[in-house]
């Protein structure tokens, strides 16, 4: 026979034509069942590998044998179980094709030779000497028969923990080449497929012949079963497979040898690439090798598969490999028959590198004409932006919430706006990259310099905000730093003429490339990963955005804030006017920014009175919705509805109310409710006000101003990124200084440290040489 089917001990109740046991698992969600899709075309895109019904996990054996060879990997392959659960659990038809027979079978003789050993010794020479005992060089063939049993034992007892059923199959390369067996095989897979049990196929490794070299691929229509490489890509076309996920031992196909200092990771592999490749040893295990898994994985993406090389024994991502690439993550080396039209996110970073180098080097004057010429053209061709913008407005409506729709708007006054603090930041940028902040006389003709210099590559990451686009871009090239934009699909239309506006600005001086949008489907948890090409990630968006960033960039610094949680403090000393300005314009003026006021403060004095009176006419006639704090709450009969939460961001044309005691309770409220972002107190008393103004722990603190003043352009800086909580590098809005940082450069003449020692000639003078203004490297 073809085959040796060993279904588990025990079968369920009731044959089950679909799944109706959700699993608890740790942290996976139980997702709607998958339908099935025509076979024939593999998938082009691994946002659509979420649609994959049918899925081969092929586990190579690095993944399934411990370190030593001797064994398996016991946790590991729990977890690459509990994943195959859940996603069989999720109405998928998961099929496993496994090693670890040979690496089972070879732990389980030599523990019946070492003890037949150490028995014979004993009755031998009457004590044990099994430090002395050696063992023989076990045949693999052996091994695997010695293996079988135990591997498909491991397998039925950890899927009985998911309520799910497993069967064996051993097949051999001859049972693919005769057609009745070959039929019988699709036949019972189906069968089994079709109770809702997952096959756990391996080759019969007891019988086969050893492989023969160069002899994977015989054809477009025969591969050779020479391993389990080829073995899972025969298996996965043959059963029509959607997906075919190959774990090894490392993170998926590079481009050189994996560990050499040039080897790059190959995101999206495309038939025709091969001779792009060189390929390296094998693994410490198994028979196979890269280049064994690059054949296999194409002659199974010719046949309609899509296949993903990744890693199975990394421990940070083991865990959850197989379900994340089932998500779409970028995990691994995902192979395509569909070449994108234009160049992936890791050549559009590098391409703007390349180009930012070059951008830093131009003189501050070009610089600023590259600007002053993006200004120019926001005014001359603001028609077509205000077209395009009517567009994303249009397949906004109905989709997005009043505060996002106000922020992806665009108008001529938000234009020309721009166009101002443009060319406001054309002038001052010639103070930016070169600067000399610090010079030191470190000896006789040996001088130090500290400058500014540019931070290298930019990601910032924005949503519903597309006149970000210039004045990011205008930052970007007046510190000199390249740029990665990724923008939100709802602004699509706006961004893409806004970034080629920008680009026909850069070419006057020949760095067009310097500044990228990405337009391919890259996920944001995906970009975040690009920490040996990305120097810093500025999100400018939701509080949410920017947690979700700020958790997924482990190995890039991020600047910008999580919330926007904005206090006006209303002391008892305060101008009635003066209160009723400033908090009218804190909300009013534009409340779904990060700068407009969500919780007012109000002195416990002022209730019943005038001025609170006159406050609160104030927010309904311009229909803001108010909650009450607690305290406020317990001082009326009939109060508005209670907050929720004191730290909530409305973004919206509301805002609670809370009574404190005095400046210090109001200090103590923003400290332990607040963002640190901006905060503000209204008073006539200077004391008061001061003392504000130096306790408060907030990036922007205001005495009788709006918090809406908290911005880059309001204040001179031209332009900003973003508006920083942080307490390192960069706070407040962040304009064209928090796009720099420094290097030191030192000037000598054949200097050496041994100079300096107790037997040189020479002595440290660390002398200050002041640095006149305007002084450049």
């Known amino acids: 026979m073809f085959a040796r089917l060993a279904l588990c001990s025990r079968l369920p109740s009731r044959i089950r034509q679909s799944n109706v046991c959700p699993v608890s698992t740790r942290g996976y969600s139980q997702a709607k069942f998958v339908l099935p899709r025509p076979h024939g075309k593999s998938f082009a895109h691994r946002s659509e590998l979420k649609q994959a019904k049918r899925i081969v996990v092929k586990l190579g054996s690095a993944v399934v044998t411990r370190g030593d060879e001797c064994g398996l990997a016991l946790g590991r392959l729990a977890s690459i179980v509990e994943q195959v659960a859940v996603l069989q659990n999720q109405g998928r038809e998961m099929m496993i ?6 690496a089972f079978g070879k732990q389980r003789l030599r523990h019946e030779i070492l003890l037949s050993q150490s028995v014979r010794q004993a009755l031998h020479s009457g004590q044990n000497q099994l430090k ?14 010695a293996g079988q049993s135990g591997l498909m034992a491991l397998y039925e007892a950890m899927f009985t923990q998911y309520s799910i059923c497993t069967a064996q199959i051993l097949v051999t390369n001859l049972d693919f080449h ?3 067996k070959r039929r019988n095989l699709n036949s019972t897979l189906h069968e089994l497929l079709r109770m809702n049990i997952v096959p756990i196929i391996n080759t019969n490794d007891a019988v086969v012949p050893p492989p023969v070299p160069n002899s994977d691929l015989q054809g477009v229509n025969v591969i050779s079963i020479k391993d389990n490489d080829s073995l899972s890509a025969r298996l996965a076309v043959e059963m029509k497979a959607d997906l075919l996920i190959a774990l090894s031992d490392v993170q998926g196909l590079y481009d050189s040898p994996p560990g050499t200092d040039d080897a790059k990771l190959i995101d999206i592999f495309y038939p025709g690439d091969q001779q792009s490749i060189t390929y390296g040893t094998k693994s410490r295990v198994g028979i196979g090798g890269m280049e064994a898994k690059v054949k296999a994985a194409l002659w199974a993406l010719q046949g309609g598969t899509s ?22 993550k970028k995990i691994g080396t995902f192979f395509s028959e569909v070449k994108p039209a234009g160049p992936t996110v890791e050549q559009q970073t590098e391409m703007a590198r390349h180009a930012g180098r070059a951008l830093a080097s131009l003189l501050p004057e070009q610089r600023g004409e590259i600007i002053c010429c993006l200004a120019e053209l926001l005014t001359e061709k603001k028609d077509e932006i205000l077209s395009a913008n009517r567009k994303d407005m249009e397949i906004a409506a109905g989709r997005l919430s009043q505060p996002l729709i106000n922020r992806l708007s665009l108008s001529t006054a938000k234009l020309n706006s721009l166009a101002i603090g443009l060319r406001q930041l054309a002038v001052s940028s010639g103070n930016s990259v070169g600067r000399v902040l610090r010079r030191t006389r470190v000896a006789n003709s040996l001088e130090l310099e500290q400058i500014t210099v540019p931070i290298g590559v930019l990601l910032v990451i924005f949503e519903s905000r597309p006149d970000c686009l210039p004045q990011v871009s205008a930052l970007a090239i007046a510190s000199g730093n390249a740029l990665l934009l990724k923008g939100g699909k709802e602004a699509s239309n706006t961004n893409k003429i806004l970034h080629q506006l920008t680009q026909e600005a850069l070419s006057i001086h020949g760095v067009a490339d310097a500044i990228q949008l990405v337009s391919t489907r890259e996920e944001v948890e995906d970009l975040c990963k690009l920490d040996k090409m990305i120097d810093l990630i500025i999100p400018r968006g939701s509080s949410e955005l920017v947690r979700d960033i700020q958790r997924a960039a482990k190995g890039i610094p991020v600047l910008g804030h999580s919330e926007g949680v904005c206090h006006v403090y209303v002391d008892s000393e305060a101008s009635i006017d003066k209160a009723i300005d400033v908090v009218k314009d804190s909300k009013c003026d534009y409340p779904a920014a990060c700068n407009a006021m969500e919780t007012l403060l109000i002195h416990r004095d002022l209730l019943r ?13 311009e229909q803001v919705k108010i909650h009450a704090g607690p305290r406020f709450a317990s001082y009326l009969t009939f109060s508005p509805s209670e907050v929720k939460s004191l730290r909530t961001e409305y973004g919206d044309l509301e805002c609670c109310i809370e009574v404190v005691d005095g400046l210090q309770d109001a200090v103590d409220h923003i400290h332990k409710y607040g963002s640190s972002h901006t ?9 008061t006000a001061e003392q504000f103004l130096q306790l408060v722990d907030s990036a922007c603190v205001f005495w009788n101003a709006s918090s809406r003043f908290a911005d880059g352009y309001r204040f001179g800086l031209g332009a900003e990124v973003g508006i920083s909580t942080a307490r390192i590098h960069a706070r407040g809005p962040v304009g064209l200084e928090g796009l720099l940082t420094t290097k030191w450069v030192l000037r000598g003449e054949g200097h050496t440290v041994a100079d300096f020692s107790e037997q040189g000639s020479m002595k440290y003078l660390h002398e200050t040489i002041p640095v006149p203004q305007g002084n450049f490297n």
């Open 307 to 328: 296949v993903i090389i990744a890693n199975g024994t990394d421990p940070k991502v083991t865990g959850h490999v197989i379900t994340d690439i089932v998500e779409g």
């Open 178 to 180: 005769d057609e009745q």
């Open 97 to 102: 094709v496994t090693s670890g027979a040979v």
């Open 132 to 145: 002395d005992m050696s063992v023989p060089v076990l045949e693999a063939r052996a091994c695997a028969a």
């Open 609 to 621: 009175t005038p001025i609170f009176d006159q406050i609160i006419d104030m927010l309904r006639t």
């Open 679 to 687: 905060d503000v107190i209204v008073t006539e008393n200077e004391e």
